[in-house]
């Protein structure tokens, strides 16, 4: 495992899901997380658990749809660690819709979040990587960037953009000692899609969510902490040679399905 000894690492949507999974991965690796989470409560709650844990952790309220509330929040790191090494972008939303059935607001929301978000951390943390002479971006992307999913309009095209964003970073700052890259999940089993089911199928959930395991040809969805694994590998020296890639954790989903 990657020893993070001595970095700064700031996860956004870091309080819940794939996100907490990250940030509790990199704390037990030695490194200093800051939590950037809209739900300000959740965000200490997660920071005093891996506190309690001896790992080292600090939550900062952010809305990342604002550039001011990102701005305050990474200042707030700033102030507390010193710097920051890594930045994870994985904050983002879902939608339900196809292109005739999204609503402008929510393509607006969910663009706002999932596109701008990502624009907004990257305005206040780039810089004072490139003063530092170096470090490391790593957004959460989706197999949606890259395969035609089912009334997923709004969420793929959120997605496609982060998929090259990813890229336009990895070319625009790699002289500046920036690596940029992506993790591109298929389904990941959180709270997100328990509640799904709970809401949309409350009589036949355990069929549902049979049914949402076998999409994937391993039989199952991912589990948050595989994510983390490799979000670890792609930000550590270990991964020192890797920039402007996209990395599919789908199960088999992409090249095995019949």
């Known amino acids: 495992m990657a020893d993070f000894s001595g970095k700064t690492v700031l996860v956004t949507g870091g309080a819940s899901g794939i996100g907490l ?4 991965a990199f704390a037990e690796s030695g490194a200093e997380v800051g939590i950037l989470d809209f739900d300000e409560s959740a965000g200490a709650k997660a920071a005093d658990e891996i506190c309690d844990g001896a ?43 196809t292109a005739t059935t999204t609503s402008s607001d929510d393509l607006d929301r969910v663009l706002s ?12 943390v780039l810089p004072g990587m490139i003063e530092a002479g170096g470090g490391v971006v790593l957004n959460m992307s989706s197999i949606a960037a890259i395969t035609g999913l089912k009334d997923r309009f709004a969420y793929s095209a959120s997605k496609g953009a ?26 990941v089993h959180t709270a997100f899609v328990d509640g799904y089911l709970e809401k949309n199928y409350p009589d036949n959930r355990d069929e549902m969510f049979e049914k949402l395991s076998k999409v994937q040809p391993v039989g199952r969805m991912a589990k948050p902490e595989e994510i983390a694994k490799m979000a670890l590998y792609l930000c550590g020296e270990e991964a020192s040679y890797i920039t402007g890639q996209a990395f599919n954790i789908d199960g088999g989903y992409l090249n095995l399905r019949v």
């Open 21 to 24: 999974a990250i940030s509790r």
């Open 55 to 97: 790992g080292k952790a600090q939550a900062f309220a952010c809305d990342v749809s604002s550039q001011d509330s990102v701005d305050l929040a990474v200042a707030s790191a700033k102030e507390a660690f010193g710097r920051v090494d890594v930045l994870i972008n994985n904050a983002g939303i879902a939608n339900i819709g």
């Open 113 to 124: 979040v999932n596109v701008k978000g990502v624009y907004h951390c990257l305005q206040a």
């Open 162 to 187: 982060v998929h090259t964003i990813t890229l336009s970073v990895a070319a625009d700052y790699l002289e500046h000692g920036i690596r940029c890259n992506a993790i591109c999940p298929a389904r």
